[in-house]
Nanobody, 124 residues
């Protein structure tokens, strides 16, 4: 089992940037695909981005493509989400998740472990 802890959320003005980080416990992290999801008030959880265990493949949802970048550091057991050109529609609780198959291809049902989330608020 792996424990995930997100950090880096906060309040930012529209057009600004934030970098979220997810720290994993234990070396099994390097075999897991990792994903970022978000949930806005009154809405379901939404896929944002994901990355395979090697870091060689990344995937993005259409709303964030070109603005967000996911990357991982297998030496530090972390996966980050760099978010730029933020809009109020990006406001949500952001969660990282681990996929034990290693694929990290996006579908929520593939993910086995979840963090507690970090709040991102974008003001207009």
């Amino acid at each position: 089992q792996v424990q995930l802890a997100e950090s880096g959320g906060g309040v930012v003005q529209a057009g600004g940037s934030l970098r979220l980080s997810c720290a994993a416990s234990g070396s099994r992290f390097i075999s897991y695909g990792m994903g970022w999801f978000r949930q806005a008030p009154g809405k379901g959880r939404e896929y944002v981005a994901s990355i395979n265990f090697r870091g060689s493949k990344t995937y993005y949802s259409d709303p964030v493509k070109g603005r967000f970048t996911i990357d991982r550091d297998n030496a530090k057991f972390t996966v980050d989400l760099q978010m730029t050109n933020l809009t109020p529609e990006d406001s949500a609780v952001y969660y990282c998740a681990a996929d034990i198959t290693g694929a990290g291809e996006g579908a929520e049902t593939w993910y086995d472990y979840w963090g507690q989330g970090t709040q991102v608020t974008v003001s207009s």
